[in-house]
């Protein structure tokens, strides 16, 4: 996929006038349809207007190349982030909601579980051995305070998730670091869950979370790895079109 001109025909092209004279020269054209200002993110010539003019160094950043690829994956990662930090919100609704609630839901699911009985004896269902049975059964036995703690840590999850979130979708440095930071040290967990029950959605989403970990430090080069910031701000700098012209035009000053 290019993701240039995927990005081109959702947002439009990306043209920019500089006040430099040489390096206007150089990203404009004349045609018999008008001027045409080149694309910084695809490259193509584009007739009409700029859609933006003003000094080289007042140019906004425009990801091309590997660099609006990486840009894709991360801001795929802040949605997941997103529905998992609103999954852990709805649960911590759900624990305020019942903590002072306990002995009345308690009551109505004590009326309600002889009637579940006959249905769950048809499809062969054990409610005796069943692991959300008993850990519906052992909420009941919390207290109010208890119940409230875990609502907030629940809320705390939630947060952490929405500013990882905001963080990667802004493709900041600081969220590249935060999520790598905050997804590790939720690893063991994770794991550790997997040791007491494997299922599909803990598999995939310990995949997806270490899958993130190790791109987000080799591709963004976190903590000194392949090349560290310097080697980070490098490449961002040589995938600029802008940058490029720029050099071109010093070189041929020179």
């Known amino acids: 996929m290019d993701f240039s001109l995927r990005s081109c025909s959702w947002h ?3 043209t920019y006038a500089p006040d430099e004279a040489e390096l206007a020269a150089r990203l404009h054209v004349s045609t018999p349809a008008g001027e045409a200002w080149r694309c910084l993110r695809c490259g193509d010539f584009v007739v009409g207007e700029p ?37 852990f919100i709805a649960l911590a609704v759900g624990v ?10 308690k009551a ?11 249905l769950a004896d048809q499809i062969g269902w054990n409610p005796d051995n069943s692991k959300i049975v008993h850990f519906i059964e052992k909420g009941w036995t919390l207290s109010p305070t208890t119940l409230t703690w875990i609502a907030v840590g629940l809320l705390a999850y939630a947060a952490i998730e929405l500013v990882e979130a905001v963080g990667l979708w802004l493709v900041k440095r600081w969220g590249e670091y935060f999520a790598v930071i905050a997804t590790g040290i939720f690893l063991p967990l994770e794991i550790y869950e997997l040791t007491e029950k494997i299922t599909v959605l803990r598999a995939g989403a310990l995949l997806i979370n270490i899958a993130a970990v190790l791109w987000l ?24 079109l802008l940058t490029v012209e720029r050099a071109a035009v010093a070189d041929n000053a020179a």
């Open 108 to 118: 109505a699911f004590d009326a309600d579980m002889p009637l579940i009985r006959p």
């Open 12 to 14: 439009g092209h990306a």
């Open 51 to 87: 859609r933006r003019r003003g000094p080289a160094d007042a140019a906004p950043e425009v990801p091309r190349g590997r660099l609006l690829r990486d840009r894709f994956i991360m801001r795929f990662l802040a949605v997941e982030r997103v529905l998992r930090g609103l999954v």
């Open 96 to 105: 305020f909601k019942v903590r002072n609630s306990q002995h009345r839901l």
């Open 217 to 240: 430090l080799w591709s963004k080069r976190l903590f000194g790895l392949n090349g560290g910031g310097r080697a980070y701000h490098a490449e961002h700098s040589e995938e600029s």
